[in-house]
């Protein structure tokens, strides 16, 4: 389907040889209202012509079209015929019996090279029919362009960016747009022999199998983060330097200093005086990215007084990934805090990205850093290692119950779409499985302070068993970030996972 709707127009037959032993599916225009015409006449031949194998005829021409609010019904398929023949039995066929007829070529897509005749490869031939049977009755072509999708109107957040990954829309890429009370997913087509894009939406969205991508450009979760990854910048830097039980007050000092004065030369000077040689330097090292991001963050502190101490009271460990080591090491890095060790391990996390306005999607990697805490256990039996997953897992803990079933097993209509157990089975299985390596842990004590964390614990402090257990923890814990945030029916949890995982 995406190559039948994506490219092609109009041109001359071609009696060239080049496809005359080769069966492929060619497109035949018609004129207006006889494309039934056509394929019957093609069909009847067919006895007779060894060369044409099979006729394809849209049953669905008509669609919904919004217009001024409004649907009425207009052609999207009609006028055309889809034939799997060789190039030469079709070219003879239509000359002798529907001269009327024109086939395809391809748009030129070198200055110099002559258009070739359209083709459909069989697997996006198979995939267009189904979509044509299953879903071309049901799509509204919409008034707006796809670009004006891209937001919902009502709160400017962006919409969800997904891609079907089965049925007849499989590949296919859009955004989750609200229509009324109705989600749709709105994607974007290109006419038959016209060079014309315009956009279609498709009912029952939830019905479709879909995966979310990242967008790069807009992402939500990219806007939510702009503060805490502005300091996770500054405070990794500070601890980096050494201030490991003093960073939180010094990180309020540097906020401080710049609201009143907002230049970082000035503030390099400053903490060079005051004998932070490291800091000093470090900062004076930023690139211009990073010095917007922390100025971004005074100026929102200026607009909103308070809102720094309020925001970061207390600092025990970083958030479990962030963009940002802190420290300069090519190695994992060990941080001594009161009462355990931070170790600061990078991770290369691979995700489906796609940049709106390219129209193009990529695999993308990007260099992350694990925050983890080693401390030994109360009875002193071993070693627990943990991670931070204080707010996420808080507002788990706070629902209990019949609610707190249906979120893990995924009881019930009404929560079958939020089930942890349906789109997040790494978390189900740490809240479920009481076997599970990896344990969520209500009120763990860290020094004096006390967090929600995902732990795992140790038998014996033997290294290899150490190293094991930060492993497991690790690779659990991406594995649950990568899970929620690439489906698009924990929407509400993503929220709570920006305090875990610093999204860039």
């Known amino acids: 389907m995406n190559d039948v709707m994506t490219s092609g127009s109009a041109g001359l037959r071609n009696r060239d040889k080049l496809n005359s032993v080769d069966y492929r599916w060619f497109i035949v225009r018609t004129l207006p209202h006889q494309e039934e015409k056509l394929a019957g006449m093609l069909r009847r031949h067919q006895s007779q012509a060894s060369n044409i194998l099979e006729v394809y005829c849209p049953t669905?021409?008509?669609?919904?079209?919004?217009?001024?609010?409004?649907?009425?019904?207009?052609?999207?398929?009609?006028?055309?015929?889809?034939?799997?023949?060789?190039?030469?039995?079709?070219?003879?066929?239509?000359?002798?019996?529907?001269?009327?007829?024109?086939?395809?070529?391809?748009?030129?897509?070198?200055?110099?090279?002559?258009?070739?005749?359209?083709?459909?490869?069989?697997?996006?031939?198979?995939?267009?029919?189904?979509?044509?049977?299953?879903?071309?009755?049901?799509?509204?072509?919409?008034?707006?362009?796809?670009?004006?999708?891209?937001?919902n109107p009502k709160n400017n957040e962006p919409n969800e960016i997904v891609k079907v990954v089965d049925g007849p829309l499989k590949?296919?890429?859009?955004?989750?747009?609200?229509?009324?009370?109705?989600?749709?997913?709105?994607?974007?087509?290109?006419?038959?022999?016209?060079?014309?894009?315009?956009?279609?939406?498709?009912?029952?969205?939830?019905?479709l199998k879909v995966v979310r991508l990242h967008n790069a450009e807009n992402d939500r979760q990219t806007i939510g983060t702009q503060k805490e990854r502005a300091a996770d910048l500054l405070i990794g830097l500070i601890e980096g330097c050494g201030y490991v039980d003093d960073a939180l007050a010094v990180f309020h000092e540097i906020i401080g200093y710049l609201s009143i004065?907002?230049?970082?030369?000035?503030?390099?000077?400053?903490?060079f005086e005051k004998g932070r040689h490291d800091l000093s330097r470090k900062i004076a090292r930023l690139d211009t990215d990073g010095v917007e991001q922390i100025l971004n963050l005074v100026r929102y502190e200026n607009d909103n007084p308070g809102y720094i101490?309020?925001?970061?009271?207390?600092?025990?460990?970083?958030?479990?990934?962030?963009?940002?080591?802190?420290?300069e090491t090519a190695e994992d890095a060990e941080l001594r805090h009161a009462g355990f060790t931070e170790v600061i391990r990078r991770i290369d996390i691979?995700?489906?990205?796609?940049?709106?306005?390219?129209?193009?999607?990529?695999?993308?990697?990007?260099?992350?850093?694990?925050?983890?805490?080693?401390?030994?256990?109360?009875?002193?039996?071993?070693?627990?290692?943990?991670?931070?997953?204080?707010a996420f897992l808080g507002e788990y803990f706070h629902t209990s119950g019949k609610a707190n079933e249906r979120l893990v097993e995924g009881r019930g209509k009404d929560k079958q779409a939020e089930s942890f157990r349906n789109f997040a089975p790494t978390l189900y299985n740490i809240l479920a499985d009481v076997n599970s390596a990896v344990k969520p842990v209500r009120g763990f004590t860290v020094g004096a302070d006390v967090l929600n964390v995902l732990a795992v614990y140790t038998a014996g402090t033997d290294a290899d068993e150490i190293e094991t257990a930060k492993i497991t923890l690790i690779n659990t814990c991406v594995n649950v970030c990568k899970e929620i945030n690439s489906t698009v029916h924990l929407a509400v949890w993503r929220r709570y996972l920006r305090t875990v995982w610093l999204h860039v």
């Open 309 to 327: 101490r309020h925001t970061w009271r207390k600092l025990v460990i970083r958030p479990f990934l962030t963009p940002t080591a802190g420290v």
């Open 261 to 271: 004065t907002p230049t970082m030369v000035g503030l390099c000077k400053y903490l």
């Open 350 to 390: 691979t995700e489906q990205t796609y940049y709106p306005s390219k129209a193009k999607e990529e695999l993308t990697t990007t260099a992350y850093y694990a925050h983890i805490g080693v401390t030994e256990r109360r009875d002193g039996a071993g070693i627990v290692v943990f991670a931070n997953w204080d």
């Open 60 to 151: 669905h021409t008509t669609v919904g079209v919004l217009r001024h609010g409004k649907s009425v019904s207009a052609p999207l398929f009609a006028g055309h015929v889809f034939v799997l023949s060789t190039q030469q039995a079709l070219a003879d066929f239509i000359d002798r019996y529907y001269p009327e007829g024109i086939l395809l070529y391809e748009r030129k897509k070198e200055k110099g090279k002559k258009a070739a005749v359209w083709t459909i490869p069989e697997n996006q031939m198979r995939a267009f029919m189904d979509f044509n049977e299953n879903y071309a009755d049901k799509v509204i072509v919409l008034e707006r362009p796809y670009a004006d999708y891209a937001f």
């Open 171 to 207: 590949g296919r890429e859009g955004y989750l747009a609200r229509f009324n009370r109705e989600r749709r997913l709105v994607f974007n087509m290109k006419s038959l022999g016209t060079g014309r894009y315009f956009a279609v939406s498709v009912p029952n969205a939830w019905s």
